[in-house]
DNA sequence: TGAATGATTTACT
DNA sequence: GTAAATCATTCAA
């Protein structure tokens, strides 16, 4: 019988750097959820940096600050946690240095460990990819919703915690067509060998950009 | 005060 | 392939 993985937060180092280095080391840590139903475990494999005020994308763009966005604007290491479509969670890492508004959605992870919690709240059986192969999906798996807005993910039972590496590909962000030029850019991170990747088609744009 | 819209998911043709 | 679900947030008036 193998013992499960020791588990230790990542410091506010890891988080206070710049986005595009955060998101594409994201990959491979594993995110943990001591919640109160039980310990929760998945090994992040896509991941998405947002670049506000600059980035056209980013809810923080153009440097808006409201009661939404404000945790992007706190320090890093925090949780930046958002509702969409009327029906789903989305949940971010805060980076960079404080007062600077950017953030890593986390849009996919691989389940570790507390699978049939997952998959009885995502109402599938534990061994289907749908349970948290998308940034809505693995929110309700985990029971990620407004409660953890702004946690602290280096004191608090959310956290980050080291995985092993992996090779990591790049691609544009999904789901960001209004977004201009800056929908374009190669701001997704994934594990091009997870099963577990967000089946969402990137954009024509997009599809160009992969071919070439 | 009201209208528009979304960093999506799911079901259906 | 298309469309419905469903509501907090945002912005205009």
Redesign the pocket.
Known sequence: MTLPAPRKPLPRSFYARPVLVVARECIGKVLVYDSPEGRLEGRIVEA?A?S?PEDR????F?G?R????EA?FGPPGHA?V???????W?F?LVVAETGVPH?V?I?AVEPLAGVDLMAAR?KLAPTRR?LTN?????C?AFAID?AVYGADLTAGPLYLADGPGCRVARSP????D?AGEWAAKPYRFYDPKSAYV?P?RPSRMVQRFRER
């Open positions: 998405e947002y506000g994308a980013a809810h923080s153009g808006r409201t009661a939404r966005t992007m930046y958002f509702f969409v479509y009327g029906m789903h989305h971010n953030a959605l849009r995502r749908e998308g940034p809505g999906k693995l309700q407004r962000r999904i789901g960001v209004y967000s969402a």
